[in-house]
């Protein structure tokens, strides 16, 4: 069965949000495996791959504390505590993807997966306040793929550009029609 990661983000940003939202509320029973549990049972068919839930939930759960670190710096003017509940994790669980998960995620999907995440689940401004600070956390994790991804982007812009500039011109085609003489009756 295929794995359905976007499912599987979804239900990961869910657990996130209520294993916070409980802890916060004093919560003492809070059991983030159990969350997960509970979260993926209605979708276990459609998500196949559950393990992938487990593994990104409790992955960013470890490095909770690196990871609003690293967050501090890529957005000053917001103090981790006092962005949304929703875009903190989302942003918890896009710059997880990042920095750990290089080798199964590519850059581009876990920025694009964040987004999409902020797009559903956060406010009117979410999603491009997540794209900025994961953009700029990618540029400053590997700068040379950065670069390398904003060149071939520019390459493609370019190429576009260029090719609405010049429409392609077709000849006209008669049609077979036209090229008969029109009989008289």
Not at 17 to 42: H, M, Q, S, V
Not at 97 to 123: M, Q, T, W
Request: glycine share 4%; proline share 6%.
């Amino acid at each position: 069965m295929a794995s359905n990661r976007h499912l599987g983000r979804i239900i990961s940003l869910q657990s996130l949000y209520e294993y916070e939202f409980r802890e916060k509320a004093g919560d003492t029973e809070a059991d983030l495996n159990t969350i997960i549990a509970k979260n993926i049972e209605p979708y276990e068919k459609a998500l196949g791959d559950t393990e992938f839930v487990y593994n990104l939930t409790n992955g960013v759960m470890e490095k909770v504390k690196s990871l609003d670190d690293d967050l501090k710096p890529l957005a000053p003017e917001w103090p981790i505590s006092s962005i949304a509940a929703i875009d903190r994790n989302v942003l918890r669980i896009g710059l997880y993807e990042l920095k750990y998960c290089g080798d199964k995620v590519p850059p581009k999907v876990a920025i694009n997966e964040a987004v999409e995440l902020a797009k559903a689940f956060g406010s009117e401004n979410s999603s491009r306040f997540i794209n900025g600070v994961l953009g700029t956390a990618f540029r400053q994790i590997d700068p040379e793929a950065a670069t390398k991804d904003n060149n071939e982007e520019s390459n493609q812009t370019k190429d576009a550009k260029e090719s609405e500039a010049k429409p392609e011109v077709k000849p006209e085609a008669k049609p077979e029609a036209a090229s008969k003489p029109i009989q008289e009756t």
